[in-house]
């Protein structure tokens, strides 16, 4: 059964720094690789989607990259803002039995506190 | 997001009522999720459907029921509502193809 892991569960750091999230996935049968944005009380918004044959993709200050064999997947977000403060979530689409996309699975997130 | 839409936003009832939560989408995906979502255990797929009339459970569909008539809506039903159902629900849409879910503003359920 696939299981997907976030660490940290929590994280602050003040405005400016890069930082780096991480997700790990113990099944490296994977379809794709989502993650997404969840602001309080808020529905989820897709941030960065990685294909199975992808290492990486970047959309302006974020950058997220995918290493299938080690079962990990990292978000990098260059220069924080207060603006960036927010729960991240990991998803991971499992590859079914002929290569279909199989359903999102989700880690249990990183809740980003960007400080000024 | 515009493309799908969740209705009611919020709802409160009773234990013991039935309740029916909507999703409509306008994109014209194949796929539609229900998952839930609570402190703790992050998203949890309920049930979803591959199709008009084609559905199957998730992960956590013990009394839950789905339905789908049409390719734009997709019906999630708790046939008496208990306390432990209250929780924020989502519905997703995806499509054949390299491409990921968008997912729903979401519907907060309070069962008294």
């Known amino acids: 059964k696939q299981e997907v892991t976030q660490i940290p569960a929590a994280l602050s750091v003040p405005e400016g720094e890069n930082l780096v999230l991480n997700c790990s996935f113990t099944d490296s049968a994977i379809y794709n690789l989502q993650w997404f944005r969840q602001d309080p009380g808020k529905g989820l918004t897709s941030l960065l989607l990685i294909q199975s044959s992808q290492r990486e993709q970047t959309s302006g200050r974020l950058n997220a990259s995918l290493d299938k064999s080690s079962g990990r997947s990292t978000l990098y977000i260059a220069a924080s803002q207060p603006g960036d403060s927010a729960t991240y979530l990991c998803?991971?689409?499992?590859?079914?039995?002929?290569?279909?996309?199989?359903?999102?699975?989700f880690g249990k997130g990183t809740k980003l506190s960007v400080k000024p | 997001d515009a493309g799908i839409t969740q209705s009611p936003r919020h709802k409160v009832t009773e234990t013991g009522t039935p309740v029916t939560l909507r999703c409509h989408q306008t994109e014209n995906h194949r796929y539609m999720y229900w998952y839930r979502q609570d402190p703790g255990h992050g998203l949890r797929l309920i049930h979803y459907?591959?199709?008009?009339?084609?559905?199957d459970k998730g992960e956590v569909s013990d009394g839950y029921s789905v339905s789908r008539s049409k390719t734009e809506d997709f019906l999630l039903t708790l046939e008496s509502a208990t306390s432990s159902q209250t929780s924020v629900y989502f519905c997703?849409?995806?499509?054949?193809?390299?491409?990921?879910?968008?997912f729903g503003s979401g519907t907060r359920l309070t069962v008294v």
């Open positions: 998803a991971v689409s499992p590859m079914n039995y002929g290569g279909s996309q199989g359903n999102l699975i």
């Open positions: 459907s591959y199709g008009v009339k084609d559905t």
């Open positions: 997703a849409i995806s499509r054949d193809g390299p491409y990921g879910y968008t």
